[in-house]
């Protein structure tokens, strides 16, 4: 892997190296996902963000991350709550 494939908006390629993993599962691709978001600078909109690299990895359509990345580019990622009982 050349310095020039990695992407500014991952510079940690934590995204890059998620699409050439075969048979990634979306669980990982979340776990990997989360991690890259949290790793952006303050100052960074996550959606411009995502939406870079969604154009930059655009020829993997049917990879789990691809979803992930359209869901953080529109905005659309809708926060999961947790199943199990209420802290009191």
């Known amino acids: ?3 020039s494939s ?3 908006a991952d510079p940690r390629d ?3 190296d998620a699409f050439r993993i075969e048979g990634i599962s979306t669980e990982d691709c979340r776990s990997i996902f989360f991690d890259w978001a949290l790793g952006l600078d303050v100052a960074e909109n996550p ?3 995502a939406r870079a690299l969604l154009a930059h ?3 993997a359509p049917e990879h789990p991350m691809t ?8 905005g659309t990622a809708r926060p999961r709550r947790r199943r199990g ?3 009191s």
Do not use: Q, W
């Open 57 to 59: 990895h655009a020829p």
């Open 6 to 8: 990695i992407h500014p």
């Open 14 to 16: 934590l995204i890059g």
């Open 47 to 49: 959606s411009l963000a």
């Open 85 to 87: 009982r209420r802290p």
């Open 67 to 74: 979803v992930l990345l359209k869901e953080a580019a529109e």
């Open 1 to 3: 892997m050349s310095k």
